[in-house]
Nanobody, 118 residues
């Protein structure tokens, strides 16, 4: 599967952004999907995840109540609605597809930059 993240930008604190992740090359609905982010000088960290059919979601504590992950399997798309953005949300955001078939296989998109100014 190939993934392409988009929707990043430069916004002010309190603003909203909607990130998109477009998947191609495979059956999208077999993958659990997630968003991760990496700030300068820091390790990549988990932000949110959603199961194959969208029935279950999970968020890092800092994203709970502000971010919403969703997916549209018919369009091979995943989204991250980010509200009430804070400067500490500044990072490159990556989408990941995961499938487990005896082994765990992870696929990453190229990342989209989100910059939140105070």
């Amino acid at each position: 599967v190939q993934l392409q993240a988009s929707g990043g930008g430069v916004v002010q604190a309190g603003d909203s952004l909607r990130l998109s992740c477009a998947a191609s090359g495979a059956t999208f609905s077999v993958y659990d999907m997630g968003w991760f982010r990496q700030a300068p000088g820091k390790e990549r960290e988990f932000v949110a995840s959603i199961t194959r059919r969208g029935g279950n979601t999970d968020y890092t504590d800092s994203a709970k109540g502000r971010f919403t992950i969703s997916r549209d399997n018919a369009k091979n798309m995943m989204f991250l609605q980010m509200n009430s953005l804070k400067p500490e949300d500044t990072a490159v955001y990556y989408c990941r597809a995961r499938v487990v078939d005896g082994k765990t296989y992870d696929y990453w998109g190229q990342g989209t930059q989100v910059t939140v100014s105070s």
